[in-house]
């Protein structure tokens, strides 16, 4: 079946450094990508999204990137900072009615 | 004020009985799903809604049963058969299918 892949679990980076999280997915149709940013015990809250039609997306210090071809996309947070930490998921679009979600990455910002 | 809410918060069940979480959206959104958030395996999908009473599984529907009698309102029941419900409950709602999910606050069950 479809399926999200998402790398690193588990991510740590000096405050100041950038991250990056990638995900690659199975479904070629798939043409939206979210990334969603949950802290410990709230609700997902949409970050960033992108579309099949656009290769780059930037807003302030979060940036995706979609590679279709290869079936890949990557978040990069650059100029982190303490509350950048939390879990961060992926995931995309499957037919016309749902999404499905990577596992997720757990990103630490050491001061 | 708009939005999705869950009720309750916090949910403790004996095994054997079930039990129903609640999830109302005044967003006026057709589509609305339910996950299950277990630690390091994301979210999962259980059942979605995409107009009012009718309902298609998702990946995990075993032991989950789900109504849509309004455009609101999606609650979900967690049965007796499901091995393992002790879990995050997610709802969430989006205008039109595969687009912008808004999320609920979760329900916590906790079964022993």
């Known amino acids: 079946g479809e399926n999200v892949e998402q790398h690193p679990s588990t991510l740590s980076v000096q405050e100041g450094d950038s991250a990056v999280i990638k995900c690659t997915y199975s479904?070629?149709?798939?043409?939206?990508f979210p990334w969603y940013k949950q802290e410990l015990g709230k609700r997902p809250q949409l970050i960033i999204d992108?579309?099949?039609?656009?290769g780059e997306k930037k807003d302030q210090r979060i940036a995706v990137t979609l590679n279709k071809t290869a079936k890949h996309f990557s978040l990069h947070i650059t100029e982190t900072q303490p509350e950048d930490s939390a879990v961060y998921f992926c995931?995309?679009?499957?037919?016309?009615?749902?999404?499905?979600f990577g596992k997720g990455t757990r990103l630490h910002i050491l001061p | 004020d708009g939005g999705i809410t869950q009720s309750p918060k916090y949910l403790f069940r004996k095994e054997g009985q079930n039990v129903t979480l609640s999830c109302e959206q005044n967003?006026?959104?057709?589509?609305m799903y339910w996950y299950r958030q277990d630690p390091g395996q994301g979210l999962r999908l259980i059942y979605y809604?995409?107009?009012?009473?009718?309902?298609q599984k998702g990946d995990i529907a075993e032991g989950y049963s789900v109504s849509r009698e309004k455009k609101e309102s999606f609650p979900l029941t967690v049965t007796s058969a499901q091995k393992n419900p002790t879990a995050f409950y997610l709802c969430?709602?989006?205008?039109?299918?595969?687009?912008?999910?808004?999320f609920g606050p979760g329900t916590r069950l906790t079964v022993t």
């Open positions: 969430a709602s989006t205008a039109t299918g595969a687009s912008l999910q808004y």
């Open positions: 479904d070629s149709a798939s043409n939206y």
């Open positions: 992108i579309r099949s039609n656009v």
């Open positions: 995931a995309a679009s499957i037919g016309d009615d749902k999404i499905i």
């Open positions: 967003l006026n959104h057709d589509a």
């Open positions: 809604s995409q107009i009012v009473n009718d309902f």
